[in-house]
């Protein structure tokens, strides 16, 4: 997951939580040498990123790992070409490296690696 610099940790409110201890150790053995705490920002940016749609609304075809094919249940759009996708239709679930997966037009699939 790529190192997201938003604000300053001297610009940041202090926040309690409670986390299983293993879940601690998994998530610092994940993170290495940026810290735990860094991770579980950048986790909860993407989710809120996510939920709400406010990401750049695109992809790099270089960064999709992997796809899926799919069929689409609502509208959505592609996020590597911008194309719509209209309900019903073959698409893919592209496999990004945060672990999320996006709406991926079956052309899209051209200009992946």
Same mark, same amino acid.
């Given at each position: 997951?790529?190192?997201?610099?938003?604000?300053?940790?001297?610009?940041?409110?202090?926040?309690?939580?409670?986390?299983?201890?293993? %879940?601690?150790?998994?998530?610092?053995?994940?993170? /290495? !040498?940026?810290?735990?705490?860094?991770?579980?920002? +950048? =986790? %909860?940016?993407?989710?809120?990123?996510?939920?709400? /749609? !406010?990401?750049?609304?695109?992809?790099?075809?270089? +960064? =999709?790992?992997?796809?899926?094919?799919?069929?689409?249940?609502?509208?959505?759009?592609?996020?590597?070409?911008?194309?719509? =996708?209209?309900?019903?239709?073959?698409?893919?679930?592209?496999?990004?490296?945060?672990?999320?997966?996006?709406?991926?037009?079956?052309?899209?699939?051209?200009?992946?690696?």
């Amino acid at each position: 997951m790529p190192t997201i610099s938003r604000t300053s940790t001297t610009d940041m409110e202090v926040t309690s939580i409670r986390l299983e201890k293993d %879940l601690k150790d998994s998530l610092k053995a994940i993170a /290495g !040498s940026r810290g735990y705490q860094a991770l579980i920002r +950048e =986790i %909860l940016w993407a989710y809120v990123e996510q939920q709400s /749609g !406010s990401s750049s609304g695109t992809v790099s075809s270089q +960064e =999709i790992r992997a796809t899926i094919p799919a069929t689409a249940e609502r509208a959505e759009r592609c996020m590597i070409t911008g194309q719509a =996708i209209a309900p019903g239709e073959t698409m893919l679930l592209g496999l990004t490296p945060q672990g999320a997966l996006v709406p991926l037009s079956t052309d899209a699939a051209e200009q992946l690696p």
